[in-house]
């Protein structure tokens, strides 16, 4: 009984005034979410609009080889992958809305704690598809020049390592520095 009491002198103590107003906590959540909604909406602009380019090349391109057709394939198996997988981002960061503030926050410091987090494995199946798909495509162009093809292929490997060892962590450290932000944000508010 005799902490129950020390709590309560030491909150009654405290000077309410430097809690954080409800309104102000809300305020700096709801520019976070906006903010990753606005980005998603754009990638998902940007990948329709990569969709519509392709199909445009897919239908005035005729292919000789079976290779090119079988590249296209891939290639919109990728692009459709990776759609879905913006889309069901936008349905969790839709159903992030409806949870409490607490709630929102609690997961954030989750997420933002993690020393590794899981690899998403669709994301990079996606963007494998639409690399191996290219390399297909691009086979009935280059396979006379033997330079070509190795040059071509090479790139595209690079490329495909380049996104996973070097773009895929710059992403991640990106998005727990705007978490931390967020939440330096919240704590300032103090």
Same mark, same amino acid.
């Given at each position: ?103 929102? =926050? ?15 494995? =669709?994301?990079?199946?996606?963007? =494998? ?62």
């Amino acid at each position: 009984m005799d902490d129950f009491e020390n709590l309560k002198q030491l909150w009654n103590s405290k000077n309410t005034l430097d809690i954080p107003n409800l309104k102000q906590i809300q305020t700096v959540i709801k520019k976070y979410q906006r903010k990753k909604k606005r980005n998603i909406y754009l990638l998902i602009a940007l990948l329709i609009l990569c969709c519509i380019v392709l199909i445009l090349v897919f239908t005035f391109h005729k292919p000789l080889l079976w290779t090119t057709t079988f590249g296209e394939i891939l290639i919109s198996i990728g692009f459709i992958l990776g759609m879905i997988l913006k889309l069901s981002t936008l349905k969790s960061i839709t159903k992030n809305e409806l949870k409490s503030n607490k709630a929102f =926050l609690e997961d954030l410091i989750k997420v933002s704690i993690k020393k590794k987090p899981k690899a998403n494995w =669709l994301q990079i199946i996606s963007a =494998l598809l639409i690399a191996i798909g290219y390399g297909f495509f691009i086979y009935e162009e280059i396979k006379e020049n033997q330079t070509e093809l190795i040059l071509s292929y090479f790139g595209i490997t690079l490329f495909s390592l380049g996104m996973y060892f070097i773009f895929r962590p710059f992403i991640k450290r990106n998005s727990k520095k705007k978490i931390k932000k967020m939440l330096e944000g919240i704590e300032n508010l103090n």
